[in-house]
């Protein structure tokens, strides 16, 4: 479990982090989102401890990080956006390296198998005894992966999970932290936003530096669902369209966005505010019997809500 | 602590470093011993003792200009500062694998004094008290260049600025004749390696000397602690 509460950091003049507070439970998996400059890196680095924040305070699993950082981040395991590592050893030396410095699994045979375990679960079986600096940019990233995950840690703070992976390994990547998210606490930090609402259950959206979103993607979804704004495709000509909708209760617009398939036209229609047109839009359409092929539009992609949760803040400062 | 002692040690020998560092210390203990020992005939280690001094103030800059500047520089700090290991730790673990490195290549030493022992009678109350001595400053200058090193990301610039600290305490006793009695003078007269090593190879053994070594090490492990901790409200 993390709770934050408080948090802020500054650099110099710059606010990186104001006065941030949220909490993940154990089984959670949370998403963070933000443009570049936001404060998602910030606030994993103080996370992890590799920060320190000018105020507020952060519990790893009922531990203090600023008072107890040793116990805080024995439960913590990291992946940094950049993989880290030292490149003249070995993949199977750094990682008991990385056991060494965790202070877990002193057993070799106990260790050995947890690696070896671990090795196949990121795909590094095959070059474990190689030396890192010798490896592809993909297979750098598994190891980073892989020493976020020794010892199995209570919370996994994962910065670009799946950067540089090709799409198999992203699939497997993302099974295995739908997996440890069961019974861990994970924070994912993506720009991949189809990767966000895929694995994650809730979002935190940061603006600079300020929490300005806390919710599921569902519920996120709801305030920017705009059911008053469609697009359709319908077969039929513009006209027949034109003539069938005019009619169409509370209609603001119509715009004809051309034939994309062979005998259909695309239109984007518009109501008032507070009204559903889909609803009005299908009827008006089946009693001139055009059928209509689909709706879209009302559902906002995680790409849409993001954007219209960061511009909904901006116009609020104006 | 240990995880990052073992880790540096191996990362030594790994890479040339160690081997470079332990060879062109050899050399220069083999070399001295050839000319003052063995042409002189003589088991009396004082004057080799005495010319390995520089040789260690420009020696421990290469080996500790990569303990700091490279976790800097590969992020791999990040992974250090990250997990349950205390800062002081890890600077501890670092700066004990330097240690190790150099005793075991000040180790030639005790090698020759040995085979000496074998044609002549060695003055082995003395010869410790060159070794100590020796040890003492290796461990007080591998602090003070650890320090260094932990300033920039780079290693050039971290061996640059110990070669510098190296020339400054070399030059120390010659700049303590150039300034006239004062808070200056007073500075590089008690701050002076070199004033504090000789008594070493006279055989003296004096407590103020251990201690002024052992002292300079505390404080620079000190600050490079601190320059670490800085890191992380930076």
């Known amino acids: 479990m993390i709770q934050v509460k408080n948090l802020s950091k500054t650099y110099g003049e710059k606010t990186a982090l104001d006065t941030v507070s949220f909490e993940i439970k154990t089984g959670e998996i949370v998403g963070l989102l933000g443009l570049n400059g936001a404060g998602k890196s910030t606030t994993m680095n103080i996370l992890t401890g590799y920060l320190s924040p000018n105020s507020g305070s952060v519990h790893v699993n009922g531990f203090d990080m600023g008072k107890e950082p040793g116990k805080a981040k024995r439960h913590i395991g990291y992946l940094p956006e950049q993989p880290a590592f030292y490149g003249g050893m070995r993949v199977n030396e750094y990682l008991n390296f990385i056991c060494d410095l965790k202070k877990i699994l002193p057993d070799k045979k106990a260790r050995q198998e947890h690696l070896d375990a671990l090795f196949s679960q990121v795909g590094l079986s095959a070059v474990k005894r190689r030396l890192i600096r010798n490896l592809s940019k993909g297979y750098r990233q598994r190891v980073s992966f892989a020493q976020a995950l020794v010892g199995n840690p209570k919370v996994l703070i994962l910065d670009e999970p799946t950067v540089g992976l090709d799409p198999s390994q992203v699939m497997e990547i993302r099974q295995l932290i739908r997996e440890r998210g069961k019974t861990a606490t994970v924070l994912i930090s993506s720009h991949i936003l189809s990767e966000i609402r895929e694995l994650c259950q809730r979002i935190l959206v940061l603006k600079d530096g300020k929490l300005i979103a806390d919710d599921s993607p569902e519920n996120l979804a709801k305030l920017t669902r705009r059911p008053h704004q469609v697009k359709i495709r319908v077969k039929g000509s513009a006209q027949q369209v034109r003539e069938a909708l005019k009619d169409t209760a509370g209609l603001v617009s119509l715009q004809f966005l051309g034939e994309n398939e062979e005998g259909t036209v695309d239109a984007a229609i518009e109501t008032e505010e507070g009204t559903d047109a889909r609803e009005n839009v299908f009827h008006a359409l089946a009693q001139n019997s055009l059928p209509l092929l689909y709706t879209y539009g009302s559902e906002a992609s995680l790409e849409d809500i993001f954007l219209q949760l960061v511009r909904k803040q901006d116009d609020s400062h104006l | ?234």
């Open chain 2, 1 to 234: 602590m240990t995880a990052i002692f073992k880790r540096e040690i191996s990362a030594y020998f790994h890479s040339a470093l160690g081997f470079v560092f332990c060879a062109a210390l050899y050399f220069f203990t083999g070399y001295y011993f050839l000319t003052y020992n063995i042409y002189n005939a003589t088991a009396d280690f004082s004057s080799l003792f005495t010319l390995l001094f520089p040789v260690v103030l420009f020696m421990v800059p290469i080996l500790t200009m990569r303990l700091m500047s490279e976790d800097k520089q590969s992020k791999t700090d990040q992974v250090l500062l990250t997990s349950p290991v205390s800062p002081f730790s890890i600077v501890l673990g670092k700066y004990l694998s330097a240690l190790c490195v150099f005793l075991l290549a000040i180790l030639m030493t005790l090698v020759l004094a040995v085979v000496t022992e074998v044609f002549a009678r060695v003055d082995w109350p003395l010869f410790i008290g060159h070794f100590l001595g020796l040890t003492l400053l290796g461990a007080a200058l591998i602090a003070v260049c650890m320090f260094l090193s932990s300033l920039t990301e780079s290693q050039v610039i971290a061996a640059l600025l110990g070669f510098t600290a190296s020339l400054f305490l070399f030059i120390m006793d010659a700049l303590t004749a150039m300034v006239s009695k004062g808070f200056l003078y007073n500075l590089f007269y008690y701050l002076s390696f070199s004033k504090r090593y000789q008594p070493f190879t006279y055989g003296i053994l004096d407590l103020s000397n251990v201690l002024f070594f052992v002292s300079i090490a505390a404080f620079f492990l000190f600050l490079t602690t601190l320059t670490l901790e800085k890191r992380r409200w930076s």
